[in-house]
């Protein structure tokens, strides 16, 4: 079966749209924020939590399965979504965005991205080092052992036949956010025709290949990318991680506008709470971020208004000492199984004694915190008031 | 509700008994393996997961609980099952054990125990510092701030009246096991008195107050501290995690043949397969010990017979390469989540790329393989057929 799209409902003030994506392994509602397990795990949360919870489709990392523990031992068991017993839809991405984004730098371009953020930064996660790009592909070396590693858009492909997962990702160059318009503009024709290599070396017909959508933060760019990823390919990514908020819902709006209504949309690596209702709002169907296992580990935990809000990022930290004592559950408004089950004052203990349990109960909270504000968005927009819950959540 | 003990069912031709535990919290059926949740939560697994795999007490530890979060808060929140969620039957020790045995070595004595196995060490638990015994109780520094703290039979009995477990142990001196015959005897002694003390500082009727018998390796004093104990409480604790394994049957033999056939006995701090088989044959109801979790974080999981045997204890190694490509689950014959659900080519993938599940994946084993055993264990005796189950496993 090959994977489609089909729109349910659009809204009647924004681009927002309700929608469905059915896959071999089951269908996936949109809007919908998709939980990142980059290894073939959603870091310290169990599958079955991840379905008890609601989650419809899980995005793994190319890069990090290929390293370890390979595509081919993973098609032998049957394929990503069977290996890691979640049993459901799955996504990979290219491998390209963290040869590039997590290596020393792309040559001239010096690519340094908004993950530098110390406080959100998982620190035991070593980088690739970048060695060369040619037109064949790129050169690197794994983080693991220092061996030797060539991704083109064939290998990534071949790659992510045998991974397996119902929706996958073309191979593509990631321009620098420090490049002018004639860099980005040269990037921008590589992506291109890697994209193509990439559609062409393509066979399965049971997986939907994304086209990625360049161009820096120039319109026209990014107009002319658009173009050429609709009229090449079923699926559109948004690559803008390492844009700035305002400029990212600019080129999301560019990018929508240009392409065709009836093919489902992704935006690659985004997923703070504001940038769900703007993506939505601006056309955007996927969303896949590791923010909410990343800063899970760390102690921070989504909260929902009036205590959630823009300035404090709709988290707080449960080391505080305020939370000693807490009988609250981590979010008075949730319904996932930490708050349900569990008080700050508990979790809190737990995480000063660095037990274990307690990164799975925040991070259990956060993926469910993100996939249900996702669930709630779609379910605004069958009604009609998806203006009036973005409303409630960022004024 | 005070809690009580029941035999049910006799073995014929053994000291082994099934019987029923009723506590406040609910009932517990033995034998059975009891967990150990030594911070109030069983490491690396949820109180949900406990639940499901049929466990039916918890044991936690006095000392930690005591230095974070602190009684106090513990009886604020509810006692300890409602703290931790896990809403069933618990226990603590009396924080004697681990001011002495984790101690840097009593004076004179030198206490270092079995489980200074490097194999099984849990290197990131780090040891309190023992102070001075005196006829009062015994002074010590935390491990977690270097605070000064006191525990006294009415100490650790109070401690553990505002942790409200429904079994609690009487306060004991630990005989170091370098102690000549004269010196455990003078330790005996010191135990006793303080056991005294503790009976008469337990005001709560709804615990059930274990006394601990002592006396080292020497039967004499085994026999005399068995009936002391016996005369005194209506629950029997077997003090002997630090005797070699002959010694520590003998032990529960000459134990078990003294005291009271109808009050529970629990075999402190023990729970290696054999142990549980030879410890039932002796009469014993309950054992606690941290083994499943602990060897469960280092990668080592329990196979059952015939792949497991007493020569490699029951378990095996995950990070071995030959489970690379192996999609049988890590115990053919086990009815666990994670045996229904993973395969040992996944785990071990999720071991050697340090993912929490993994660690999460191994302990619910190997707990539900020791719970289960147990379990597997009551049934026998109560069909009649104890003697041939253990042959099965021990032979």
């Given amino acids: 079966m090959k994977p489609s799209y089909k729109i349910l409902q659009k809204d009647k003030k924004t681009k927002a749209r309700a929608g469905i994506i059915s896959t071999p392994n089951g269908d996936i509602e949109t809007p919908i924020f998709v939980p990142v397990g980059t290894q073939g795990t959603v870091k310290a949360v169990d599958p079955k939590q991840l379905r008890e919870m609601g989650a419809e489709v899980v995005l793994a990392n190319t890069y990090h399965l290929h390293l370890r523990p390979g595509e081919d031992l993973i ?10 017993s979640w049993n459901g839809p799955t996504m990979t991405d290219s491998g390209g965005f963290q040869v590039f984004s997590l290596g020393v730098g792309k040559e001239g371009g010096g690519v340094k991205f908004l993950r530098d953020d110390p406080k959100e930064r998982n620190t035991d996660d070593p980088k690739p080092r970048l060695n060369k790009i040619t037109e064949e592909g790129v050169t690197f070396q794994s983080h693991l052992d220092g061996s030797t590693h060539k991704l083109t858009p064939e290998s990534s492909i071949d790659i992510q036949e045998k991974i397996g997962a119902d929706l996958i990702v073309s191979f593509d160059d990631l321009e620098s956010p420090k490049y002018d318009y004639e860099e980005t503009k040269k990037s921008l024709e590589m992506t291109n025709r890697w994209e193509i290599r990439s ?4 066979k399965r017909k049971d997986q939907l290949l994304y086209g990625v959508t360049h161009g820096g933060p120039f319109r026209d760019l990014r107009e002319e990318s658009a173009r050429f990823v609709d009229e090449n390919f079923d699926a559109i990514a948004l690559g803008g991680a390492h844009l700035s908020k305002t400029n990212l819902y600019e080129v999301v709006d560019w990018t929508t506008d240009v392409v065709t209504s009836e093919k489902p949309r992704h935006l690659l ?16 169907d996927t969303f896949d971020c590791v923010i909410p296992t990343r800063i899970g580990r760390t102690g921070f935990f989504f909260i929902s208004p009036p205590s959630g809000n823009m300035k404090n990022r709709f988290r707080t930290d449960i080391d505080k000492p305020q939370f000693v004592k807490d009988m609250k559950p981590l979010d008075p408004n949730c319904s996932c199984y930490t708050c349900q089950n569990f008080t700050r004052g508990y979790i809190h203990h737990l995480f000063r004694a660095k037990e ?3 990164y799975n109960l925040i991070s259990l909270h956060n993926v469910h915190f993100l996939v249900n504000l996702t669930k709630d968005i779609r379910k605004s927009i069958l009604e009609g008031n998806f203006k009036e819950l973005k409303k409630k959540w960022l004024m």
């Fill in 75 to 84: 098609k032998k068991f049957g394929g990503l979504s069977k290996f890691m």
């Fill in 356 to 358: 274990l349990l307690s």
């Fill in 199 to 202: 559609k062409n070396a393509h």
């Fill in 269 to 284: 690596g985004i997923g703070e709470v504001d940038d769900l209702f703007e993506g939505v709002e601006r056309g955007v």
